[in-house]
């Protein structure tokens, strides 16, 4: 079905393989052949495709179509590639030499779960900051500074 595409048609990024986004942006099911429903947000029209995992997610022709896609970051590129350290009393964290800091063990649920997410920062009087959460621990704030020169010693790359 994947190598079959009507002409004029493109595959869409992400999507199943039978969708498909004929010459006027209209998404097509190709197993159906019928034209999906759109619907207008305000701002752009869209449409509800499912991913190749049957995981639902809205598409924008407008937008969606030329961005690239990008690798789920894996723990064993965080630690093998990257060259990142697990932070001891975090093991759930790891950390790089120029102080990105990884959740490498993700949560169970919730918005991010299921995947190594980058960790945000933000300044806190003027300083670059982590918020960490530990397993039987409350949410500490830690300094990334500190946390690089602790972890990584001389070998601390980072700049604040």
């Known amino acids: 079905m994947s190598s079959y595409l009507p002409n004029g048609f ?13 010459p006027n942006d209209t998404v097509f099911n190709l197993k159906t052949k019928k034209k999906l429903k759109s619907w207008w947000n305000g701002y752009k029209y869209y449409t509800t495709l499912k991913d190749k995992d049957g995981k639902q997610f809205l598409f924008c022709a407008a937008e969606d179509m030329d961005k690239p896609t990008h690798d789920k970051i894996t723990k ?16 759930d964290y ?18 991010r779960a299921k ?23 409350p949410q500490k704030l830690f300094r990334v500074d500190k946390l690089t020169e602790q972890i990584w010693g001389g070998e601390s790359t980072f700049q604040d």
């Open 10 to 22: 493109r595959a869409i990024p992400r999507a199943a393989d039978h969708y498909a986004l004929a």
């Open 76 to 91: 064993e590129w965080v630690l093998e590639v990257d060259k990142a350290k697990i932070i001891p009393d975090y093991p």
């Open 94 to 111: 790891a950390i790089t030499h120029y102080g990105s800091i990884y959740r490498i063990n993700p949560r169970s649920s919730g918005r």
């Open 115 to 137: 995947g190594v997410q980058v960790v945000s920062s933000f300044l806190h009087q003027n300083h670059t900051c982590v918020k960490l959460l530990g397993k039987n621990k």
